[in-house]
């Protein structure tokens, strides 16, 4: 099976704009979750969709939004950005219960 | 929500020593414990994991164990190799809920 795909890779946006990531998960799984990573912070929980539904929400503000499309590729949005919001987005797929998460490699976005 | 605790945040250990890296986590209903590691420029990838109705598990030189009552699970690598460097993760989750601890940069030297 193919692996956890992101695109794109990397992105250069300047405060106040707004932007959208996608993710697509692993043939089969139904969960994607999205996460934040910037050096000394971990893996910084985002949200978590399923079946189209976010079920899951970190404590994130609301300009970081997400859906999930009837294929299970989730795209998130974050809206006004800062200088903070410069980070690795991960996102990771797994089967509909609790398991493995497979992480995809990420998108690096710079915030100028 | 759940929040977990990692400690070190660094680890220096000598080729052939055993690294020991710590979490504890707060929501006594999490029930799935995954360690993931993380080498530079690359995702996560999990190593090892323990569900809620076991206590120890081993594979090769990493063992986890998890004590459910004080709500705590730690990361046992033997035999320390400098592929091994890299920065490790733990999580718990609730069903696909799953938060991560801030990570530990583990750095093995020849």
């Known amino acids: 099976k193919a692996g956890v795909t992101q695109t794109p890779r990397y992105l250069i946006k300047t405060r106040g704009q707004q932007v959208t990531l996608s993710c697509s998960p692993i043939?089969?799984?139904?969960?994607v979750s999205w996460y934040q990573q910037t050096p000394g912070q971990g893996l910084q929980f985002l949200f978590e969709?399923?079946?189209?539904?976010?079920?899951n929400k970190g404590n994130f503000p609301g300009r970081f939004s997400g859906r999930q499309f009837s294929n299970s590729r989730s795209e998130m949005n974050v809206s006004t950005l800062e200088l903070g919001d410069s980070a690795l987005y991960l996102c990771?797929?797994?089967?509909?219960?609790?398991?493995?998460?497979?992480f995809g490699p990420g998108t690096r976005l710079t915030v100028t | 929500g759940e929040n977990v605790e990692q400690h070190p945040s660094t680890l220096s250990v000598q080729e052939g020593d055993s690294a020991v890296i710590k979490c504890t986590y707060s929501?006594?209903?999490?029930?799935?414990f995954p360690w993931y590691k993380q080498e530079l420029g690359k995702r996560p990838q999990l190593i090892i994991d323990?569900?809620?109705?076991?206590g120890e598990k081993k594979d090769q030189r990493i063992a986890v164990t998890l004590n459910k009552t004080a709500k705590h699970f730690s990361l046992h690598i033997t035999e320390t190799q400098p592929e091994d460097s890299a920065v490790y993760f733990c999580?718990?989750?609730?069903?696909?809920?799953?938060?991560f601890g801030a990570g530990t940069r583990l750095t093995v030297k020849p």
């Open positions: 969709y399923f079946s189209e539904t976010q079920r």
């Open positions: 999580a718990a989750s609730i069903m696909s809920d799953m938060r």
């Open positions: 323990i569900r809620s109705n076991v």
């Open positions: 929501d006594s209903a999490s029930n799935y």
């Open positions: 043939s089969g799984h139904r969960s």
């Open positions: 990771a797929s797994t089967e509909a219960g609790a398991g493995e998460q497979y």
